[in-house]
């Protein structure tokens, strides 16, 4: 079974900071490319940050400097440190797991960051 469970959110005030941890089990960590996506209410959802298997990154132009995405092979675990939030960061953040090559993609259930002006 493959399983992806979020962490670390919560309610912070505008510029504050908050870190976001996916611990992954059932699939082979190593292997598998990583990232964080968000959805506002009414809003489509969007890519936050990815992190490939050989820990490269990229991110949307909107978090770049202020977000970072690392993940930990030992523990099969991803993060994302977030800066200098903002109220427009609000959102559920959702880790994915993917692997085009093999066609596989998991989801969490999200966790909930609510930045206050």
């Known amino acids: 079974q493959v399983q992806l469970v979020e962490s670390g959110g919560g309610l912070v005030q505008a510029g504050g900071s908050l870190r976001l941890s996916c611990a992954t089990s059932g699939i082979i960590f190593s292997d598998a490319h990583m990232g964080w996506y968000r959805q506002a209410p009414g809003k489509q959802r969007e890519l936050v940050a990815r992190?490939?298997?050989?820990?490269?990154?990229n991110y949307a132009d909107s978090v770049k400097g202020r977000f970072t995405i690392s993940r930990d092979n030992a523990k099969n675990t991803v993060y994302l440190q977030m800066n200098s939030l903002k109220p427009e960061d609000t959102a559920v953040y959702y880790c994915?797991?993917?692997?085009?090559?093999?066609?596989?993609?998991?989801w969490g259930q999200g966790t909930q960051v609510t930045v206050s002006a």
């Open positions: 992190i490939f298997r050989d820990s490269s990154t």
């Open positions: 994915n797991a993917f692997r085009p090559v093999y066609d596989y993609n998991y």
